[in-house]
């Protein structure tokens, strides 16, 4: 978790914005890297980044195995206080989401907290690059297909 705000907030470093903000999907707890969540916080609060985090998972769920289905929980390792920390110090809002409802549910509320001009545009450049693979094999299929002719 302090790794993947850490790597937000170096891309967010040259950003020259009135309002900067990270959302923070989590569906476990910390358990790598080389961050302190400390000193991501406190970078966060001097970047004046406000960083809203989710909790993912459901409470419980049953996987069959055919003759027998054992209950689980996929959330047993979700640090949430963590998640809370976060985003109180960063005056965010913590989001707790167990289903597609409260996904949607929360997005509706950021939408809200986190209005975005309508008017703006962004433009994603697209290349489609499948034409190359796509003559490489027919090539090859080519290729085999006359040696395998002439084999016989």
């Not at 309002?19 to 999907?25: Q, S």
Request: net charge neutral; aromatic share 10%.
């Amino acid at each position: 978790i302090p790794d993947a705000l850490g790597l937000a907030l170096k891309q967010m470093a040259n950003v020259h914005a009135n309002e900067k903000v990270v959302i923070l999907f989590s569906d476990g707890a910390t358990n790598a890297g080389f961050l302190n969540p400390q000193e991501v916080l406190d970078m966060a609060r001097q970047m004046n980044v406000k960083i809203y985090t989710v909790g993912l998972g459901a409470e419980e769920q049953i996987i069959d195995f055919g003759f027998f289905a054992q209950k689980v929980n996929p959330s047993a390792d979700l640090d949430e206080k963590l998640l809370q920390e976060i985003a109180a110090k960063t005056n965010g809002k913590y989001f707790r989401v167990k289903n597609t409802q409260d996904l949607k549910n929360m997005y509706d509320m950021l939408d809200k907290l986190e209005p975005v001009d309508a008017k703006a545009a962004f433009i994603r450049p697209k290349t489609e690059l499948f034409w190359y693979p796509l003559v490489i094999s027919m090539l090859l299929f080519c290729i085999g297909y006359v040696i395998q002719k002439r084999a016989l």
